[in-house]
């Protein structure tokens, strides 16, 4: 079982607004360790997405947004496009397992 | 502009050894502010984090594979290696290697994956 919990799928309209959580504990985003998100296509490698919990890399649209609170953090997109359509992933580090832990991944679907 | 590309076989035999190589170009293996790591994706699944390498031989492993997995590092040829022993098709995924800076924990860039089946 993944250490971060995600949903396993949302779905949005295009121009809609999206949000996908990612659930950690004490030992992980809760003790303050950064959140970073990955946007994976299929059949390719994931690539890094936001990293700091809320920092964008260079070429990534400003659509994609991300926060933390407490022992969650949240990926947000808004205006939604069909390219948009992929898995995401969030990634912490955990200091009891002394490893980085990754969720479970979230498809989104663009209706 | 940092590249990284997985190399090995695609199909090993249960109880044998899965042997994977990671070539770095556009960079140095031996820079200080990076490890070197791999990561592992089942068909259809999420993915796991396997274990780093620093360019000095220091790694840090996944505890669930610790006893069958070494990670190792060849500065002269600009690459780091994987060996999983005693694999069964549970070990069957697509292996990505990636860097990760020293100061923070993310992985960026990765190579582009390579599969691996472990089956007779």
């Known amino acids: 079982q993944p250490v971060l919990t995600q949903p396993p799928s949302v779905s949005g309209a295009p121009g809609q607004r999206v949000t996908i959580s990612c659930t950690g504990s004490s030992s992980n985003i809760g003790a303050g360790y950064e959140v970073h998100w990955y946007q994976q296509f299929p059949g390719k490698a994931p690539k890094l997405l936001i990293y700091?919990?809320?920092n964008r890399p260079s070429g990534v649209p400003d659509r994609f947004s991300g926060s933390k609170s407490g022992t969650s953090a949240s990926l947000a997109i808004t205006g939604l496009q069909a390219e948009d359509e992929a898995d995401y992933y969030c990634?912490?580090?955990?200091?009891?397992?002394?490893?980085?832990?990754f969720g479970g991944g979230t498809k989104l679907s663009v209706l | 502009q940092l590249q990284l590309q997985e190399s090995g076989p695609g199909l090993v035999k249960p109880s044998e050894t899965l042997s994977l190589t990671c070539t770095v170009s556009g960079g140095s293996i031996s820079d200080t502010y990076s490890y070197w790591g791999w990561i592992r994706q089942p068909p259809g699944k999420g993915l796991e984090w396997i274990g780093i390498i620093y360019y000095n031989g220091i790694t840090y492993y996944n505890s669930s594979l610790q006893s069958r997995l070494t990670i190792s590092v060849d500065t002269s040829k600009t690459e780091f290696s994987l060996r999983l022993s005693s694999v069964t098709a549970a070990d069957t995924a697509v292996y990505y290697c990636?860097?990760?800076?020293?100061?923070?924990?993310?992985?960026?860039?990765w190579g582009q994956g390579t599969l691996v089946a472990v089956s007779s």
């Open positions: 990634q912490s580090y955990d200091s009891s397992l002394t490893a980085s832990v």
């Open positions: 700091g919990n809320n």
């Open positions: 990636a860097r990760r800076p020293t100061t923070w924990d993310r992985y960026d860039p």
